[in-house]
């Protein structure tokens, strides 16, 4: 008797013999049927109660039963039918062989036997009977064919003894609470039918056995085949996973990788993911297939440790013949199941010493090439191979297979077509972006570009665009959205932005114009009458080297981070400005004198954003992390840029694409600047030449003397007649560059015209143009300026 099973254990016979063939168990009823104490034989080997010469043949399978002539204590020989089932390896137990009979269980039930009243006989449904020590004492003929075992000989065997595997003991187990309990139970449970190895999936319904006073006498057990049932709702389930699991990410790999791993080990111990190259087809996937095929081995999965099945590595490419499992069903369209058996893959694998190698190894027996097939494309193939599980694929495993895959199909042609896309937008976006700051001598400026690890690229811009008078204007925006619309639209605005410095507008009318371009561009984006969704935000600032001062004004953007020399960063404090596209709200701007060396760090949203650090959507967190990135030594703004992304940008990538401008101020010195107050009298233009001569001779820009002669008279002259006073003359130059400025009170643009052939005059802005490398005009709240920039180089002379 144990806790577990409270009943006369030695009704059976049992033993349990190790795999090495030493007894390692004896029960009493082992003893009362060949006489033998458990001391006498435990550890012995089980050879040594053979009575014959002629040992049984070792068992093939997981159960074994027959007659075996056994000696006696007493010396003589007793015949036993036995059965035998094999036992694997598990808490802490060896494996080995659990050997049971019956004894005495043949005799039969008594005509008034409760037992015998239960009705078994020629029921479609396999029925047995069990007693109040749960020993078998009536079966069926269907029951029969269950177990595999005819009646007598198991008649008097418990139910773990007559299964001997874990479902038959947990089987027991429901049997005992029914018999406790005196209340019908249900179980389900998984078992081979007879002498079969394939499973069954069984629904295992039991009951008391009572007579007329309702005690309980025993436990009847109705077994019901639901594998078909079973089976269905197991596709069901693994059709179900497949709509979670697979497609989880916009990510080709990841995608096959997710389908590989949902057939292993549910259909299959190996299964590969193989993908064909768009570009093999000019950039889109084809239709049909011709062999031999040249596939990109993506995703792989294995039941074993290491995937010692895999010949390609992935990433790797392989070209496949038409005798090929993978090139015969991509050809085809269709699933194509082979056996090593039958002589499918002999060709093959002819081909191929090393598959061959393997195969012979872990024991393949059979694989199924799915095709993956979306929208009418041939996008790959995925191979399903068996060598751990012994049977072949069926028609339904087939159809599964082909209904995961039709899944992961679909996710790996969005994934195939996001990415495409998405390498589309981050070309077009890398182009319209400037692939080098120009060098100035306003500014030294270094930026970074990230397109959203997830979302895509974006319209975030950022430029340096050098304006006349040694000024610079810096300017970072964000264009609402992602994809290719959203960078073709940040293209038009960066241009509209560059054409609009060029004419020298104040960052709050540039701002303006823009706004204005923004409206536009939603109309034309719009459908049905009805205006698109076009939005932007921007931050345009112009710095003036000279003066040392910084004009800035913004469209619903962040405001920039601002670095004194030897001091704290901190947020500079800009009128706000509605975002681009509103229109009507006025732009308002703000200026402040810079020493020489601060540091202007601009950038946009979505670096100092972050949904897991600024949950209340202010940002400050990231703000806070910005400055502490800024605050140590800026040396270098390449290395700062790096410093400021590690910063505050998640290791996998930030969730919106992320525009950085860092830029130290340079102020230029006094001595490179001289001005003259230009009376209104045309006579007095020659003093004024002779002392531009004496300035460059001081400048050691003599060279240039003749040329900035030319360009002076020019423009002193022309405001000296069309201008209005006070006139100002101001040179101004750097290691490169020589710029003449001439301004005065009068707002009228002069401009450049063809002079007929008899004409006196008219060729002054013509001249002026063929001699310096620019010239234009700026207006400013007290008239104009007319500016010209002459190349120093030798070799632009």
Not at 5 to 16: I, K
Not at 281 to 296: H, S
Not at 543 to 569: E, F, I, K, N, S
Request: charged content about 25%.
């Amino acid at each position: 008797m144990s806790r577990v099973y409270p009943f006369d254990d030695a009704a059976t016979a049992r033993a349990v013999i190790d795999d090495d063939g030493t007894l390692a168990e004896w029960n009493e009823g082992a003893r009362r049927l060949l006489g033998h104490p458990a001391d006498a034989v435990v550890g012995r080997p089980a050879a040594e109660l053979l009575a014959g010469a002629d040992a049984p043949d070792p068992p093939a399978g997981a159960r074994w039963e027959g007659t075996v002539a056994l000696r006696h204590r007493d010396g003589r020989t007793v015949s036993v039918w036995l059965l035998a089932h094999r036992r694997p390896a598990r808490d802490g137990r060896r494996s080995g062989w659990l050997v049971v009979t019956p004894l005495g269980g043949a005799r039969p039930p008594a005509p008034d036997d409760p037992l015998t009243a239960a009705t078994l006989v020629q029921s479609p449904c396999a029925v047995a009977v069990y007693d109040a020590e749960l020993r078998l004492r009536r079966m069926n003929d269907a029951m029969t064919a269950v177990v595999g075992l005819p009646e007598e000989r198991v008649r008097g065997l418990r139910l773990a003894e007559i299964g001997g595997a874990r479902e038959s003991e947990e089987l027991e187990q429901g049997m005992l609470g029914v018999l406790t309990s005196g209340s019908p139970l249900d179980m389900q449970t998984l078992w081979p039918t007879g002498r079969e190895d394939r499973t069954h999936a069984w629904l295992a319904r039991m009951a008391p056995v009572t007579d007329e006073r309702g005690r309980v006498h025993g436990v009847c057990l109705a077994a019901h085949d639901i594998t078909d049932n079973y089976r269905a709702r197991r596709r069901l389930q693994l059709v179900n996973e497949a709509s979670v699991r697979i497609g989880t990410t916009l990510d080709v790999t990841r995608t096959a990788q997710e389908l590989a791993e949902l057939c292993v080990p549910a259909l299959a111990d190996f299964v590969t993911v193989d993908l064909l190259d768009p570009e093999d087809y000019g950039g889109e996937p084809p239709a049909r297939i011709t062999a031999p095929v040249r596939l990109r081995h993506v995703a792989h999965r294995s039941v074993l440790t290491g995937v010692p099945e895999a010949v390609v590595e992935p990433g790797h490419t392989e070209e496949y013949p038409d005798f090929s499992p993978q090139a015969g069903s991509l050809t085809a369209g269709r699933t194509i199941t082979s056996s090593v058996a039958a002589g499918d893959m002999e060709q093959w694998l002819a081909r191929h010493p090393g598959r061959a190698e393997r195969v012979r190894e872990l024991g393949i027996h059979c694989s199924m090439s799915v095709p993956i097939q979306a929208r009418g494309l041939t996008l790959g193939v995925a191979v399903l191979v068996r060598h751990r599980s012994p049977h072949a694929f069926t028609a339904d495993d087939a159809l599964l297979a082909e209904e995961i895959t039709a899944r992961a199909a679909v996710c790996i042609d969005n994934a195939r077509r996001y990415s495409r896309e998405r390498e589309t937008a981050l070309a077009l976006q890398r182009s319209l972006l400037p692939r080098s700051l120009p060098r100035t001598a306003a500014l030294e400026a270094s930026s970074r570009y990230l397109p959203a690890a997830r979302a895509g690229v974006g319209g975030d811009w950022f430029d340096v665009i050098p304006l006349s008078g040694m000024r610079v204007a810096m300017v970072v925006g964000d264009v609402v959205g992602h994809g290719v619309q959203a960078s073709a639209t940040m293209g038009r605005l960066r241009t509209a932005v560059r054409t609009l410095a060029d004419i020298d507008l104040a960052p709050d009318e540039l701002l303006t114009h823009l706004d204005d371009l923004v409206l536009r561009l939603s109309d034309e984006s719009g459908g049905d009458g009805s205006p698109g969704e076009v939005g932007a935000t921007c931050l345009y600032t112009v710095y003036d080297p000279v003066a040392r001062r910084c004009t800035l004004a913004r469209a619903g953007h962040p405001p920039p981070v601002l670095l004194p020399p030897g001091g704290r960063p901190h947020l500079l404090d800009l009128p706000a400005g509605p975002p681009l596209g509103l229109g009507g709200l006025p732009f308002e701007s703000a200026e402040l004198e810079l020493a020489e060396g601060t540091v202007l760090a601009l950038y946009t949203n979505g670096l100092v954003f972050s949904r897991d650090r600024d949950a209340d959507g202010d940002g400050d967190t990231s703000r806070e992390l910005l400055f502490e990135a800024l605050a140590g030594r800026v040396d270098s703004l390449d290395e700062a840029c790096d410093r400021v992304l590690h910063a505050l940008l998640p290791p996998g990538g930030a969730a919106d694409d992320v525009a950085l401008l860092l830029a130290r101020t340079q102020g230029l010195p006094a001595s490179q600047v001289a001005t003259w107050e230009i009376p209104a009298d045309p006579a007095l233009v020659a003093p004024i030449r002779k002392q531009v001569v004496e300035q460059l001779d001081v400048w050691g820009l003599s060279a240039a003397t003749f040329t900035a002669e030319l360009v002076v008279s020019e423009l002193v002259t022309n405001a000296i007649r069309y201008g209005s006073r006070p006139i100002r003359l101001r040179l101004i130059h750097d290691a490169a560059t020589l710029i003449c400025e001439v301004s005065d009170t009068s707002h009228t643009a002069p401009h450049l015209r063809r002079a007929k052939t008899f004409d006196e005059g008219g060729r002054g802005l013509l001249l002026v143009a063929q001699l310096t490398q620019r010239w234009g005009t700026r207006h400013t709240a007290e008239g104009k300026t007319i500016w010209a920039e002459l190349p120093l180089h030798e070799e632009d002379w």
